[in-house]
């Protein structure tokens, strides 16, 4: 029982943490934001994630999912970094706070 | 040289590259029994030595060349080839493992290791192609 609470914490604020940056994704005004917000929420939600799945099947898996949970810790932040920064270098604008109606869009 | 990459993501590929290499000798000895394989094995192994080229450029040219890595293709080819027409020279089929020449073991267990030595070729085919592939892609401008 005590498992299963843990379990279901662990899942659902991994799922709460995969939404935002869904959200974000949808909701950010360029590739630099939307970058930044993969970078972190998208790797602590899927950290999150898995580690509820390997409490919950607590058997031989749950060290390789942990094996998984530390190579995408490392791999999915380094991932994002080469990705903007090859971004950066080839010239894509960055997106800067306009005039509210000067591009047809609300100020954010 | 086109463009040296950042440190970050040298030394995280430096750190990442031998766990990647074991992890394909996992997949290609552990190919009987779950998921993996020849195939995915040597994927790996050629993911690891592309990565090693996009972050350390002209350095890991140096340290795996073109010319290895056609000579590993080929002898990949080269060993599934060999386990394919050995057999028939006693007797057996093409590919029939139990017509291998290999005396100290019988049955179950050569069909076995049979498999465990085509799985190694298609692994080391795999893994030169694809790096061959990746390096005519690339081309000479390190």
């Known amino acids: 029982m005590a498992v299963n609470s843990v379990v279901i914490a662990l899942v659902v604020s991994g799922v709460f943490f995969m939404a935002v940056s869904a959200i974000a994704m949808l909701r950010f005004p360029d590739f630099y934001t939307r970058s930044h917000a993969m970078g972190k929420a998208d790797t602590l939600g899927l950290v999150l994630l898995m580690a509820g799945l390997g409490i919950y099947s607590w058997e031989l898996s749950s060290l390789k999912l942990l094996f998984v949970m530390v190579f995408i810790m490392i791999a999915n932040p380094t991932a994002t970094h080469a990705i903007v920064k090859a971004a950066l270098k080839s010239g894509l604008p960055i997106w800067t706070r306009k005039e509210a109606g000067s591009d047809g869009r609300e100020g954010i | ?142």
């Open chain 2, 1 to 142: 040289m086109i463009q040296q990459p950042s440190t970050i993501v040298r030394t995280v590929v430096n750190l990442l590259v031998p766990f990647i290499q074991l992890f394909a000798l996992y997949a290609i000895v552990h190919g009987h029994y779950g998921a993996g394989g020849g195939f995915q094995g040597g994927a790996l192994l050629a993911v690891s030595i592309v990565l090693s080229r996009i972050s350390n450029g002209a350095e890991s040219l140096e340290r795996f060349s073109s010319t290895r890595a056609t000579v590993i293709a080929a002898g990949g080819m080269l060993l599934f080839g060999l386990v394919g027409i050995v057999p028939m020279f006693f007797g057996a089929s093409f590919l029939d493992y139990e017509g291998l020449p290999l005396f100290w073991v019988h049955g179950a267990e050569l069909r076995y290791l049979g498999i465990l030595i085509i799985e190694v070729g298609i692994a080391l085919a795999v893994f030169g192609t694809l790096v061959l592939i990746y390096d005519s892609l690339a081309g000479d401008k390190w």
